[in-house]
């Protein structure tokens, strides 16, 4: 966002046609408006994380995207056709979705979970193949949790079942991946671990991801394209290096703060303003 405050939308991608776009949608629950009339070009090819501040919307986005919820007008795309026209399990092979608060069957081992993720390739005439084994067993590698293959996923703890369900995501092995705070319930490593395993996916496999995130900071580290929402509105989006700035910050989150480089990797870093220091005397 300028300091005019107008949007700032730039090319994150690979200069290919989207595949995933979303027109003039309103999506809501009951009568409750949750997102109204937004557009949105997923850049192909690159990361673009989701950012704004609780009850935006953000997570009814991206259920929408994935065809989890249905639109109260609008609609989303997929290759120029509205999901609501494609069959599940079509869809399931080019889009893989980890909602925020997935629920696993009980007394599910880790194995038979991951291995769930590649239910969309299977055929009544193949039921499991040396595909879907090398699928499973790199995604259970990729995410650290190959050594509790036989554990069952409720015996686990908060961080070890969500490194569970990221593994299942990618045994799907979709060429878009969305994600719902990904990080939810891991420490400070393992969060950096999951962000870094998802540049990596990007990076090396071409992947088209959308993440949602509470964390200004790290979106701005690891997204190529960054999007800003506010009450069921997109208020910016861009290179997060275009986008964040203190405006932004303000005018989102209603937080005052300083943007500087981060000294690490040169993205956006903000830093909050003056801490509240309590009342003298």
Known sequence: MTETGESVVTDAG??????LTARDLTLAYDDRTVVDGLDLDVPQGAVTVVVGPNACGKSTLLRALGRLLRPRRGAVLLDGTDLARIPTKKIARSVGLLPQTPVAPEAITVGDLVARGRQPHQRW????SDDDERAVAEAMERTDVAQLAERAVDELSGG?????????????????????????????????????LVRQLNHDRGRTVVAVLHDLNQAARYADHLVAMKAGRIVAQGRPGEVVTAGLVQEVFGLEAVVVPDPVTGSPLVVPGRPWAGRSG
């Open 160 to 196: 070890q079942r969500q490194r569970v369900w990221i593994a299942m995501a990618l045994a799907q092995e979709t060429d878009l991946l969305l994600l719902d705070e990904p990080t939810t319930y891991l420490d400070i490593a393992h969060q950096v671990e999951v962000l870094d």
């Open 14 to 19: 690979d200069g290919s046609p989207s595949r």
């Open 125 to 128: 005439w193949q039921q499991w």
